[in-house]
């Protein structure tokens, strides 16, 4: 069976979302409507994996397959070149739709050339890990990192459509399901409170080790709800303008982690942190009660999610880190914060200053003494 979620914005297009659908009529039915020729991009990992099954599947159209070497480091601009010149060798023009198998890196980079290439092109979205199922599929966010900054060069370009099959996820490993779980969890703290308990009471029932994977009608409602808060927000503020801040929730301080770690640590492993410190932030505030704080960090436990860091240990570096931020001004830090769990303060940034910060970092080291 495939669900559709359909998102409107002014350029509107579904997101089908089931297990074992590529192999249904309506994949092949959606490529040729866009497609003459047709590019499939993925890195070294997915490709190893799924390109010769994608081949298969779209063998009609004798497609191209390309792919870069794997990890955050490689979505760049010159691998954007790269790529750009193989699809000219190859003689891609204006009837070429690219196909994004892959993780957020793939589809971030993908969307990026779709938007450039003979002043845009169009492109379907295959997303290979629950991260990018739940987030980078969503609101049409395209980039390049470069060495000073991530996703700092790019721009807002919708896909034609999103595939998500969840067969995909069997080859993931755990740490990287886990990321796309914190992505979830944000998005039921900020919107969704039934989304929150609903996680909280199926992780309750299922103690095992594979527990994300082990029910595929639970997994594909969880999704979808998650899917459903994101679009939701998109619809409402497609360009970051106001309401859609409020998705960077737990994201100023994973920013951080990530910056100090060099990207060593992966986003949904920061973000993770950023949850729980965030949330401690949202207390100290007056905002979010300290029951529903107590709540909150024991679903990251029982969710399996590591919130300790070395990284936060100092405050210099923190502060440093954070003062690179876009949003900074003043040494006064822009944070989302918490009202309750399913719902974010009023204003959808609040400034933070020094002493604040200082007292809950240290609070925060102090758990871990
Ligand atoms: P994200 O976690 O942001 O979606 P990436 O694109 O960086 O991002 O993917 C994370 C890692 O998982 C990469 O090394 C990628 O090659 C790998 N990967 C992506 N999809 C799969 C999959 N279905 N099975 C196994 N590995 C995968
Ligand atoms: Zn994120």
Redesign the pocket.
């Known amino acids: 069976m495939i669900q559709e979620i359909k998102v409107n914005l002014a350029e509107s297009y579904s997101i089908y979302l089931g297990a074992g659908i590529l192999k249904e009529a309506l994949f092949l039915q959606t490529c040729r409507a866009y497609a003459g020729k047709i590019v499939i991009l993925s890195?070294s990992?997915?490709s190893t994996?799924y390109e010769t099954l994608l081949e298969t599947l779209l063998a009609e159209f004798k497609p191209l397959c390309l792919s870069f070497p794997?990890?955050?480091a490689f979505k760049t601009r010159e691998t954007k070149a790269m790529l750009e010149d193989k699809m000219q060798a190859a003689g891609c023009n204006r009837d070429t739709c690219l196909i994004a198998l892959?993780?957020?890196?793939?589809s971030d980079l993908a969307g990026f050339i779709a938007a450039t290439y003979c002043r845009g092109i169009p492109v379907i979205y295959l997303p290979?890990?629950l991260?990018?199922m739940v987030d980078?599929s969503v609101g049409g966010k395209t980039a390049v990192n470069t060495a000073r900054s991530k996703n700092s060069i790019g721009v807002f370009y919708q896909p034609k459509a999103v595939f998500m099959d969840i067969d995909?996820?069997q080859?993931?490993s755990y740490g990287?399901i886990k990321?796309g779980l914190s992505e979830i969890l944000k998005h039921a703290l900020i919107q969704d409170k039934v989304q929150f308990q609903r996680l909280i009471e199926f992780r309750k029932k299922h103690p095992e080790k594979n527990w994300l994977l082990s029910d595929s009608t639970w997994l594909l409602e969880t999704i979808a709800a998650s899917v459903q808060i994101k679009k939701n927000i998109v619809e409402q503020d497609e360009k970051e303008l106001g309401l859609r801040k409020i998705l960077n929730f737990g994201h100023t301080i994973a920013h951080v982690i990530e910056l100090l770690s060099d990207y060593q640590i992966?986003?949904?492993q920061a973000v993770a942190v950023g949850l729980y410190l965030e949330s401690e932030l949202s207390q100290h505030y007056g905002h979010l009660s300290e029951i529903e704080f107590k709540t909150i960090e024991a679903s990251l436990q029982l969710l399996d999610l590591n919130i300790q860091t070395a990284y936060l240990s100092d405050l210099e570096p923190v502060t440093r880190a954070l003062s690179v931020d876009k949003k900074t001004r003043d040494r006064q830090w822009r944070f989302v914060l918490l009202d309750r769990i399913g719902a974010t303060c009023k204003e959808y940034v609040r400034v933070i200053d020094l002493p604040q910060l200082k007292e809950s970092l240290q609070a925060y080291q102090e758990k871990f003494e």
């Not at 892959?102 to 793939?106: D, E, I, R, S």
């Open positions: 890195d990992n997915v994996l794997a990890g955050e892959g993780g957020g890196v793939v290979t890990t991260l990018a980078a995909f996820l080859t993931l990287e990321n992966p986003h949904g």
